[in-house]
């Protein structure tokens, strides 16, 4: 049973385009949704992460966009550059009775690819 | 400030052996998780240490296990290696009081298992 669903698998933006990414999770005691980038050979890096106290987040190019009632969240790129190719995922970990984020469970990745 | 560190980066062993991988967190963490990611999928949760003990653990079999140092640096051991067991092993540490918990990765360790 996949607990976090992502689409597309992959897609193509033109330089300074936005690229969006979408997730879908079922798990309620969710609470931490963060996103990744990955490239080629690299472990994951953190781009991003949101609570669900707050249905939006901005830092630089990169937003998050939470909707708690859907279960939804999503990744907006911004102005969209060929160094943002990557692959992306998103991921979302429940607290413990201590309040740590203990299991991040993963989207299966998109594939982004910009285009100069 | 140094991130998540592993070792070794890549390594190649055979069917029936064992591998042990190293992991040092960011400065401050105190608690360290073990991903495995095969090739083309997400990461998937094998274990998380904290206190130096097994706190919480994914779907892997025994053959998998782990230990934490007082240092909070990190091992993973995996017994009896199947093909199967070919991915980037990944590290990441976090800290309830510190980076506001966020959890942060390490480049991996690549396992072929031949």
């Known amino acids: 049973q996949q607990q976090v669903k992502q689409s597309p698998q992959s897609l193509i933006v033109q330089k300074g385009g936005i690229s969006i990414i979408n997730c879908a999770y079922e798990?309620?005691?969710?609470?931490?949704f963060p996103w990744y980038q990955q490239f080629p050979g690299k472990g994951p890096a953190l781009l991003i992460a949101?609570?669900?106290?707050?249905s939006e987040k901005k830092e630089g190019r990169f937003t998050i966009s939470f909707n708690k009632s859907a279960k939804q969240f999503s990744l907006h790129i911004m102005d969209s550059q060929p160094g943002d190719s990557a692959t992306y995922f998103c991921?979302?970990?429940?607290?413990?009775?201590?309040?740590?984020?203990?299991?991040?469970?993963f989207g299966k990745g998109t594939l982004l690819t910009v285009n100069p | 400030d140094a991130g998540v560190t592993q070792s070794p980066t890549h390594l190649i062993k055979t069917r029936g052996q064992q591998v042990t991988l190293r992991c040092s967190p960011k400065s401050g963490h105190d608690t360290v998780s073990w991903y495995q990611q095969a090739l083309g999928q997400g990461p998937q949760f094998i274990f998380q240490?904290?206190?130096?003990?097994?706190?919480q653990r994914g779907n892997f079999p025994d053959r998998f296990s782990g230990h934490q140092f007082p240092n909070y640096s990190s091992e993973l051991n995996v017994n009896a290696l199947l093909l199967g067991d070919s991915a980037l092993y990944l590290c990441?540490?976090?800290?309830?009081?510190?980076?506001?918990?966020?959890?942060?990765f390490g480049e991996g360790s690549w396992l072929t298992v031949v």
């Open positions: 991921a979302a970990s429940p607290l413990d009775s201590g309040g740590s984020n203990y299991k991040l469970t």
């Open positions: 949101i609570r669900p106290d707050v």
């Open positions: 798990n309620t005691a969710f609470d931490y």
């Open positions: 240490y904290y206190e130096e003990e097994e706190r």
């Open positions: 990441a540490s976090s800290s309830l009081d510190r980076d506001g918990n966020t959890i942060y």
